[in-house]
């Protein structure tokens, strides 16, 4: 979470604490107007008809919210490893390993679609309900001035079973925070007992385990014990005077986090092998702990939420119940607190809006904050110098100074770009390329990493293979595929530079899968011949069959497999051969070297 947003927090809690205050004259001067009744007080307290209590949770509940989203962010875009780089690890430790990277991002994930807007809506219940009230408000004071008990029951029964509908809403939200805290429990603790496994084999083996993992775990306290002071400083803002100490408590939590976070990027980048794997699964378990433990915070205020509507649903039944028993002395003081209480609704409304507006602000900041830091050009583009493919990005004109990296998620590796800022280019050179892997592009600001671009390989503008190539042989990186112009046979052949041994590969993304044109006839397509049983590699007049089209596979090292679309069988060069004549066939996937072709680009 970014300074602003914790400034333009901290502002709105102020700005609550106005509304706060302003709350008490409307009330003290309503209580002072004294209605000359026999009623006790115990009697006049039940009949309320005011908002008691809401006041006191609604911020609590805001607060939480921006933590709870602050953990969840965190963790949704973190960096996950495969843990790859330890030899020692066994199959078993590593997939739970990466079971519990998948569990963590999908509880964030839950979080920010499912439960957030569920408080969220919770919240603006109490904004609605001053809605009904004061819809009601003219035909309950009819109702009052006729002294008509029919019409005034009525009318509270309807506004009673509004607050059992509100209070309904709560209750199940309560059950579903509940449970989702037991399954990130249980979650939680699992991923701690792996992880003191995984810690204690390498700790054995690989230097610097132990204090590396304090000091991961030493920074995300200090994050936890700052995002407490966020909660505590905006209960202390919930008032005017109080936010004189509140104030300072959370602007002075905001930038130990952006410290802290800071500090874990750092580290971060400056290890590798073990260590950097073993920091990555630390610092989720840790974002992933404290997140779990602040879910009890939320559960408490939506519990005392509950609770207040508990309250005010008891005085309104309690008032529908001995409606018929009213005095006229009663209807007297009725009539005083319907006017409180229409006030009353009406502050807690103004009230309620602030928090929400600060929570919309908060998340305006950081949507910008992602906008400035999305990239305005992102190619993926063959580079003849190398021989290879680059990703290449361009942040936007008004982009904030930034670390940059891309990431392959489907294989889960890492390229470090560098820094800038506006309008500036940065790229990652020899980046494989597999057309069905995704890519993301993740900038970091301040400690807090965002993924700022993600997109499946084929779809990257450049990212194609399209052009002219001479396909070499990893059996000795000398042959190419040739063609026979008399037979239009396919088969292995000395480079001679001729036409036929040149192939225009054009991509169909209807097809998802490429042609492979003969660089004598484009009407001839690199095809086999899928007839009683054969096998055969050959050029032939395009029909748009599946067996036209072929599908390119990244082998490692610059080089590609050739897989075709009809069956899934890759060009594969008969028995190894390197012989002049040696024919090439479709045959099942081996991953030997006859199964390998680099791709070398002549336009």
């Known amino acids: 979470m970014n300074k602003k947003l914790y400034k333009k927090f901290l502002l709105s809690m102020m700005i609550a604490g106005m509304a706060t205050s302003n709350i008490v004259p409307l009330h003290t001067f309503a209580a ?27 911020a609590p509940a805001m607060s939480n919210v921006l933590v709870m989203d602050s953990y969840a962010k965190t963790i949704r875009n973190q960096q996950e490893t495969d843990l790859s780089g330890i030899s020692s690890l066994n199959s078993y430790l590593r997939a739970n390993m990466l079971k519990h990277q998948d569990d963590a991002k999908k509880n964030a994930t839950y979080w920010l679609d499912n439960l957030k807007p569920r408080i969220m809506n919770t919240n603006q219940n109490i904004v609605n309900y001053n809605d009904t009230f004061q819809t009601h408000y003219s035909i309950l004071l009819d109702a009052i001035d006729q002294k008509d008990t029919e019409k005034l029951k009525i009318e509270l029964e309807k506004l009673y079973q509004s607050i059992l509908t509100n209070k309904s809403e ?56 700052s995002n407490d002071q966020i909660i505590a400083g905006s209960v202390l803002c919930a008032t005017l005077i109080t936010c004189i100490i509140g104030g300072p408590l959370i602007a002075t939590a905001k930038s130990n986090i952006a410290s802290a976070e800071r500090e874990i990027e750092i580290l971060k980048a400056q290890i590798s092998g ?26 408490t205020s939506i519990q005392k939420m509950s609770n207040s509507w508990d309250t005010v649903a008891a005085k309104y039944n309690n008032l529908v119940k001995n ?27 103004n009230y309620a809006d602030k928090l929400y507006e600060s929570v919309k602000i908060a998340e305006k900041e950081e949507q910008d904050l992602m906008d400035r830091l999305r990239p305005s050009s992102v190619q993926y583009f063959y580079k003849p110098i190398h021989n290879a493919y680059t990703f290449e990005i361009k942040t936007g004109a008004n982009a904030p100074n930034a670390s940059y990296k891309v990431m392959n998620l489907t294989k889960r590796t890492t390229h470090n770009m ?15 390329l597999n057309l069905k892997d995704q890519y993301a592009v993740i900038a970091t600001v301040n400690g807090m990493e965002y993924v700022v671009y993600k997109e499946v390989g084929e779809n990257i503008p450049g990212a194609n293979l399209n052009g002219t190539y001479q396909l070499f042989s990893a059996l000795n990186n ?116 006859n199964q390998k072709f680099k791709l070398q680009r002549l336009n």
């Open 323 to 349: 409606i018929t028993f009213i005095t006229p002395e009663e209807f007297a003081f009725i009539k005083a607190d319907l006017n409180t209480a229409k006030d009353s609704w009406q502050d807690l409304k």
């Open 478 to 593: 000398s042959s190419v595929i040739d063609m026979n112009q008399s037979t239009n046979n396919v088969t292995l052949w000395s480079n001679n530079g001729s036409n036929n041994q040149k192939w225009k590969l054009v991509y169909d993304s209807n097809k998802k899968a490429y042609q492979i044109k003969s660089g004598t006839n484009e009407n001839l397509i690199l095809a086999w011949n899928d007839y009683q049983g054969s096998n055969n590699v050959f050029a032939t007049p395009n029909r748009y069959y599946e067996e036209h089209y072929w599908i390119v596979e990244d082998a490692g090292n610059g080089y590609f497999y050739l897989k075709n679309k009809k069956n899934s069988r890759y060009l594969d060069v008969t028995g190894s051969g390197t012989k002049n004549g040696t024919n090439v066939i479709v045959y099942p996937f081996t991953a030997n070297n």
């Open 170 to 225: 709560v209750n199940e939200l309560l059950e579903q925070l509940k449970t989702f805290r037991n399954k990130m429990t249980a979650d939680t603790q699992n991923f701690k007992q792996d992880t003191d496994q995984l810690t204690t084999i390498l700790a054995s083996t690989t230097a610097g385990i132990p204090y590396l993992e304090q000091r991961i775990n030493g920074y995300n306290e200090s994050i936890k014990k």
């Open 274 to 299: 073990a260590q950097a794997e073993i920091a990555i699964i630390t610092d989720a378990k840790n974002k992933t702990t404290n997140m779990a433990e602040t879910i009890d915070t939320a559960i």
């Open 418 to 432: 560098w820094s800038g800022g506006p309008n500036a280019s940065m790229w990652v050179d020899q980046l494989p």
């Open 32 to 58: 002072e107007q004294k209605v000359h009744t026999t009623i006790s007080q115990e009697t006049i307290h039940n009949y309320s008809l005011d908002p008691e209590g809401f006041q006191d949770v609604l």
